[in-house]
DNA sequence: AAACTCCTAAACATGC
DNA sequence: AGCATGTTTAGGAGTT
């Protein structure tokens, strides 16, 4: 799959960049919002089904993607190569992840040396890295704060880039449905959704 | 050229 | 009052 985003092609582009959500390798479709429909058959459904009650109770704290499976499907190839987190030296994903280096989907992400390429732009769109913090959260969910802490653990460009940053993050979360926001305490009841 | 996606900025509302 | 958070709108830029 491509859940890879393909990085890339500029550092904001988008090509995928939500696709984090959507991964997906479709030549363009989609992408966030447009994912819903792609990646958006778990998604939304999901959503359908949450929709109701957490409606009633937005009062959430944390954010978590939606759609299991993608997750999965990401974890095993697409995210975690272009996670930086183990180029990050953290030493928080196996370093074995190495995708494919056929894929053109990472391409650019995959030349994103993390060591210099950290305090540059991130060639991921918003929706990707919000989606990696996400998913590298053990629960699946985070509070905005900690989103913006991981990314700035994890992309010191950052700390000493304007603070507009975190309001795309924010605009991001409302407006890609692939997010969706829980209310703390169901979090932790429905752990994984 | 049109459509689409993303980024950025800004305004406004709400809660602590 | 100030800050953090969440939503919404608008404009600009790049890609297909």
């Known amino acids: 799959m491509g859940p890879t985003m393909p990085p890339s092609k500029k550092a904001q582009s988008p090509s995928s960049g939500a696709s984090a959500s959507e991964g997906r390798s479709p030549p363009y479709r989609g992408q966030g919002e447009a994912t819903e429909a792609e990646a ?21 704290l944390s954010w ?30 196996s370093p074995s992840s190495s995708p494919s280096p056929d894929d053109p989907l990472l391409g ?33 969910r985070l509070p905005v704060k900690d989103i913006y802490g991981w990314i700035l653990e994890h992309f010191p460009y950052f700390a000493s880039a304007p603070t507009g940053w975190k309001n795309s993050v924010r605009h991001n979360l409302s407006l890609n449905k692939c997010f969706k926001k829980v209310d703390k305490d169901r979090s932790q009841v429905n752990d994984n959704k």
């Open 40 to 60: 958006g058959d778990l998604s939304l459904s999901l959503s359908a089904s949450f929709s109701k009650a957490d409606d009633e109770e937005l009062t959430s």
């Open 64 to 93: 978590l993607h939606e759609s299991t499976d993608l997750l999965n499907s990401f974890s095993h190839s697409g995210l975690r190569s272009v996670s930086p987190l183990q180029d990050a030296g953290h030493g928080q994903r």
């Open 108 to 140: 650019d992400a995959h030349s994103f040396d993390l060591g210099t390429g950290a305090n540059r732009k991130p060639p991921y769109s918003f929706s990707c890295l919000i989606f990696m913090a996400i998913e590298d959260a053990p629960n699946k």
